[in-house]
């Protein structure tokens, strides 16, 4: 009887949540409804803004079938990853434009005296001297700093003999031995009286903790982050990136290259062993040019104006040709892309292209093509070791397209490559943040130096040329060799190409 008792009393708590869950249900119908029509009418909406925006036809029919077919994922992902121009940063350049202005008319009045002629001869550099609105200046000297103990010892030292101010500018900073060590020598600095102004990535430093932060500004220090998503239209916005790495010294000398602030770029991360990187520095009118990039982030991040030494630096006896080549979402063309591809159909003798990461588009993919079939030399060094897994998959996708006479791929083998330098011929190099993806074409904020002059290239030449010693050749095998698991991950992350 208690048995049967309980039974009974079960099934009607049984059949009592039954009706409860059943009345929840069907109270929460209505809601159901109404997120789901409004998340198909958000997609039919976006469809318009995919149309009008997006860079490429391919790109504007694969987001519309996404958002229409399946708007509850494609939605989302679209207003976080599908614009490709930042208005709000065009917006406040527009708002700043006075500064820039005064600061360009005053290069202008400069230009007759180091405007380099360079142009004169190669007048395929005529074109990058339109994507950078400026032209290539005379009277520069670039050293090239290899590795991390070389480009920071170099920096620290700079800052310690720094007079009037600092400018810092990376997309990561770390809160660890490097980063310490940087900090340790800007609260010097600051408490000695010199003006310090840091910029970081919030997304590329999302770690960096706010103990950190706040120690720098109880010193005087004023730090910020670029902050990509200021602005209620950028509020979900997490695609553009600054990705620039700079440091300027009282407007006369500045650092370049692809290190960021953290103890893997010092070889210290047993995942990665020996780090291999490249940063260069520059003195000589060339860095008033990289000053007016960063003015033009720091307005950006704070809608301050910064009092700068605007002086152009006087010329140095090495009087190498150099153009500054700041790039990003904000500009009216694809600057970085069109670099790439200038330089390559510009190449009569060699192509070397040094990249962590190779997701090109199919311009730059073209371009390589076409100059392996006119007999110029092309190699490109890659990483063996991945730290982007997606990225890493994304680059065996090309090998097949690459199987060119004339085009030759290397893995570097030592450690992970983090260098971003392209040697082209013997007479032009470039050193800077940019890598030969997709990202970097269209989404972040990047700066490139182009150096024409033949002793650096022959610089640029015997470190790559080391570099190469160490690295194995690979070629379409290496994809064919593998598990049909690794192909559908190569075919996938293809497939995302755009946003990796």
């Not at 994922?73 to 708002?95: E, M, S, T």
């Not at 200038?342 to 190779?358: C, D, E, G, K, M």
């Amino acid at each position: 009887m208690v048995r049967g008792i309980d039974n009974g009393k079960v099934a009607l708590e049984m059949t009592g949540t039954s009706a409860i869950y059943g009345t929840t249900m069907t109270s929460m119908m209505p809601l159901i409804s109404i997120a789901i029509l409004l998340f198909h009418l958000a997609g039919i909406l976006s469809v318009f803004s995919a149309l009008m925006t997006a860079r490429t036809p391919q790109g504007a029919i694969a987001w519309s079938m996404a958002l229409v077919t399946f708007p509850y994922l494609a939605v989302p992902l679209y207003w976080i990853f599908g614009r490709n121009k930042f208005r709000g940063y065009i917006d406040a350049r527009r708002q700043g434009a006075d500064e820039i202005h005064e600061v360009t008319r005053h290069l202008a009045e400069k230009l007759p005296d180091i405007r380099s002629n360079v142009t004169g001869h190669n007048q395929h550099l005529i074109g990058l001297e339109a994507l950078a609105r400026m032209p290539f200046t005379h009277g520069n000297e670039a050293r090239l700093l290899i590795d991390g103990h070389a480009t920071f010892s170099a920096i620290f030292e700079a800052i310690e003999r720094a007079h009037d101010y600092i400018l810092v500018e990376f997309f990561i900073l770390h809160d660890d031995q490097l980063g310490r060590d940087l900090k340790q020598h800007l609260l010097n600095r600051a408490r000695a009286g010199l003006r310090i102004h840091v910029l970081y990535d919030e997304v590329g430093s999302h770690a960096l903790p706010k103990h950190y932060l706040q120690e720098l500004r109880d010193a005087g220090v004023d730090i910020r982050p670029f902050d990509t998503r200021k602005g209620l239209r950028n509020r979900l916005q997490l695609n553009f990136r600054n990705h620039r790495k700079i440091v300027i010294i009282d407007g006369v000398e500045a650092f370049v290259g692809g290190l960021n602030v953290g103890d893997e770029y010092m070889g210290r991360d047993p995942r990665f062993g020996p780090w291999r990187d490249t940063h260069a520095v520059f003195t000589g009118p060339c860095v008033t040019a990289v000053q007016v990039a960063f003015l033009e982030d720091w307005h950006w991040a704070s809608g301050e104006r910064l009092r700068l030494n605007w002086e152009v630096p006087a010329p140095r006896e090495a009087n190498q040709s150099i153009l500054v080549l700041p790039s990003g979402p904000a500009d009216p063309l694809e600057t970085c892309s069109l670099f790439f591809v200038n330089a390559l159909h510009a190449a009569t003798q060699r192509i070397w292209i040094v990249s962590p990461y190779f997701v090109p588009d199919l311009d730059v993919i073209s371009a390589i093509q076409s100059a392996a079939l006119r007999g110029v030399e092309v190699r490109i060094m890659l990483p063996l070791k991945p730290d982007h897994r997606m990225v890493y998959l994304a680059s065996f996708a090309y090998l097949a397209i690459l199987n060119l006479p004339g085009i030759h791929v290397f893995r570097y083998t030592p450690g992970f490559l983090h260098q971003k330098v392209i040697l082209i011929d013997d007479h032009l190099a470039s050193v800077g943040t940019a890598n030969a993806d997709n990202r970097s074409f269209r989404l972040n904020f990047e700066i490139t130096m182009v150096v024409e002059d033949r002793r650096f290239a022959r610089e640029v030449e015997t470190m790559l040329a080391k570099d190469f010693a160490q690295c194995r050749e690979v070629d379409i095998s290496d994809y064919e060799q593998r598990s049909l698991w690794f192909k559908l991950g190569v075919k996938f992350a293809r497939l995302l190409s755009p946003i990796l």
